[in-house]
């Protein structure tokens, strides 16, 4: 077998650990954490960010200059300050995923960031490696948040490592150290990991998304877009989030035409968001949510998953 290509030397990683950029989650005090533990922090920016709500979080990385932003590209072309501030900030990466136009490669590489995209499938991997795409990150569809739910981790990892030449983060479910793992002896060159940080103190979830999730079990997930339509957010029915079920994904799930016609159950789900309630509010989240025993520190987070 070739050599696998390595992680890029820039990042300076002592792990293989990068922390997913988790819109509204991931903010800088994660990112720093996950840096300083020695993984790659991510900036995520979700469907409501802009240049400022970027600029709030870049000021809370504090001195560590060792982080990644990761935007939406359906965001990312919306809110053209957004991408500027991401660019001038500098980042040792840059992550745009759920778009096919890669015109946004070649400006982040001009600022010397090191691009990466998620997969779904194996035609997706090719398209970013041609599009000069450096770091591809093969995510299955036992993630949290949005994606598009084709096949398993553990499906996808080993066609897309055969199909590409690039360096390779595995992505989907990932939350013990045997995941880890398993990841890097099937050929990944690290992972990509979001829900098993989410609950970290250092993120930006609530305490009542953080308690829902050391709550539930790796069964209790559900492909939605009740929430994406309540909001009004236009991502396209490809990209369901994974979320932890409840009264509300229930109640709205594949009827989410109802939905959108119904302005009382729409400002439901605000009043509940303003209230953090979470019997209302899905809260995203990926299967392997149910490892997620207490909120640890994010230092924490990258021993346990490192531990051999
Ligand atoms: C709370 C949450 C928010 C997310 N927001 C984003 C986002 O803004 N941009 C993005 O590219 N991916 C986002 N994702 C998806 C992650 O990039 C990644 O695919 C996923 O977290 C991997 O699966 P895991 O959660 O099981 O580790 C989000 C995931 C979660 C759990």
Known sequence: MSQRPDLPAAWALDVPVLNAPMGGVAG???AAAVSAAGGLGMIGN???STAEALQVQLALLGDMDRFG????????????????????????????SFGTDFGWVSEARSVGAVTITQV?????AC??????VDVVVARGLEGGGHGEPHRTRTQLLPDVIAAVDKPVLAAGGISTANDVRAALRAGAAGVWIGTAFAACPEALTTAGQRATMIAAS??????TRAVDTA??????????????ANEFSRRWTGREEALAADASARAELREAMAADDTRVVP???GMGVGAIEAARPAAEVVDALMRS
């Open 283 to 285: 809260v995203d989240a």
């Open 46 to 48: 979700g469907s409501s």
């Open 127 to 132: 398209r970013a490696q041609d599009a000069g």
């Open 69 to 96: 932003i990761g935007l939406i590209d359906w965001v990312l072309r919306k809110e053209p300050m957004l991408w500027r501030a991401a660019l001038d900030a500098s980042p040792v990466a840059l992550s745009v």
């Open 120 to 124: 779904f499938d194996v035609d997706g």
């Open 231 to 244: 909001l009004g957010y236009p991502w396209s029915p490809q990209h369901p989030s994974r979320v932890i």
């Open 218 to 223: 790796g069964t209790d997930t559900v492909l």
């Open 28 to 30: 800088g005090r994660l």
